[in-house]
């Protein structure tokens, strides 16, 4: 055979050589790249059986994913191919779950651990944070931190209404900003002035990073051409600065059931307190986990009520009927107590649908099997990650009657039979609102009815520059799910006078 000369090739013809290359390594992927198992147990369906679309070889289903729209494919994906399946990406093989019946399995058992995909920008909590600071997100702390995010929700209404309804907000913004607020406030115990100094490096940094460390799921595509995480020294800076501020005042009471008294309290693996930039950077995770989520759902709850009449008005009268709505010459209405949320049965329903249909975290769980491990009859090999998308599991027909209808009455009228079909044990609805790995269900819950609340009783809403359908053309999906360009709404005070920012 004649000697190749790979200098004068790759000089005279460079494309030649480099299409050669890459067929050597497609060939050299589809033999080696089988990965070999071992035997798959008896009483297992080998991982091959399960369905899923066909991919091409190397890129495997890169190209079924437009950009920002991961979540639709997901979706149609559960529809053709049943309650698992599995894609992959690069040789990265992901199982699609939205069978209720496996979700306590892959959940709750030490076989499948957090995806190292998963892990947001500003870093995961550790396992020791997580469980000092549960007890921070009982019933009693859920209290104190509802009035914190009723203070901030009051703060933006007056914002909004001295702007008056002529300058639609961008409430995909606003939130964030008020969320943030309402999380440092909770974990730092922070001033405003404090807030007002650190609140824009860190929002940034929040942003960029969660961008980028959901890519890899959320936008496959995008994240081949993204630059990667970015270090931000100012958001570092800003984070210890807070830790700082909160340190100077002392060490927390041993009866301080706060959430800054026990993220004061949080030790290493090894019991020792952690440094200031240890805290720091739980302290980044946590409130990287809670913001974009929290405010993402209620701007998708305004968003719902924005665009259907009805449901703005059967959520006027439910809060006149318990004395929370502004209107004629009342200034400000009463505000909701923590006390008052069950008494909002309609309120709770709406923002139910809304999270069910429109799930701000719709990427969803993310896992990854630390072994080869089994899962709803299949054999998984060690490596896999395993998802459960939020807008598959939530419109998928097993698990829901007419689960394209945004139908608040299945949550306040159980003879209409709406409801998480029988057989799913609640875990259709784990994730409404948050499902029970989010430390904070609870708070979570509370604190999106706390925005909705106040917003929806002192103003009507309504979108600005189009209508829905022209609205959800946009809708995208990076780190949450969210309205490209943003997501403006215009706010008519219910009352013809004005309120006072400040509880
Ligand atoms: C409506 C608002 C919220 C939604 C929709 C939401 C959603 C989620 C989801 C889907 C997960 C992943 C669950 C899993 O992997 O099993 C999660 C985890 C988590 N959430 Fe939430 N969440 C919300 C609010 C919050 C708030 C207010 C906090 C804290 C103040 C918070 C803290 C966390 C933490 C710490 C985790 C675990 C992250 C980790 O272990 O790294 N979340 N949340």
Known sequence: MADIDFASLAQEQPYLLAAALGAIAILLFLLLGRKSYGP?????????????????????????????????????????????????????????????????????????????????GEGALSKEAHAGLVPAFGPEEAKAQFSVALRRAVDLAAKIDKDGPDRPTDMQAALEEAVLDTVLTNTFDASSEKLDSVRKPLQASLRTNSIQAAGPISNPMGALFSGGAKASPKADAAWVELVRGMRRRGPAAKSDTSLAAALSRLTDASGAPLSDEALAAQAAALTAAALEPTAQSVAWALFSVATTPSLQDGIAKELSDNGLLAHGEEREPRLPEYDDLPKLPYLTAVIKESQRLFPAAAIGPLRYAAKNTELAGYFIPKGTHVQVPLLALHTAPWNWPQ?????????????????????????????????????????????????????????????????????????????????????????????????????
């Open 40 to 120: 798959v147990p008896k009483h297992l369906k080998s991982f091959d059986k399960i369905p899923g679309p066909v991919g091409l070889p190397v890129v495997g289903n890169l190209l079924s994913f437009g950009s920002g729209k991961a979540y639709l494919t997901w979706t149609e994906w559960a529809k053709a191919y049943g309650k698992v399946y599995r894609y992959s990406v690069f040789g990265k093989n992901v199982v699609v779950v939205t069978d209720p019946a496996a979700l306590p399995t892959l959940l709750g058992s030490d076989s499948f651990s957090k995806s190292p995909l998963a892990v947001a």
């Open 403 to 503: 689960p394209e209808r945004f139908w608040p009455e299945r949550w306040t009228t159980p003879e209409l039979r709406g409801g998480p079909k029988a057989g799913t044990e609640g875990l259709a609805s784990a994730f409404l609102p948050c499902g029970a790995s989010c430390i904070s269900s609870h708070v979570a819950e509370a604190q999106v009815a706390a925005f909705v609340a106040v917003l929806a009783s002192r103003f009507k809403v309504s979108l600005a520059g189009g209508g829905r359908k022209a609205a959800l053309e946009r809708q995208t999906l990076d780190s949450s799910l969210r309205l490209a360009g943003g997501m403006k709404m215009v706010f008519v005070p219910r009352a013809s006078i004005g309120f006072s920012s400040r509880l």
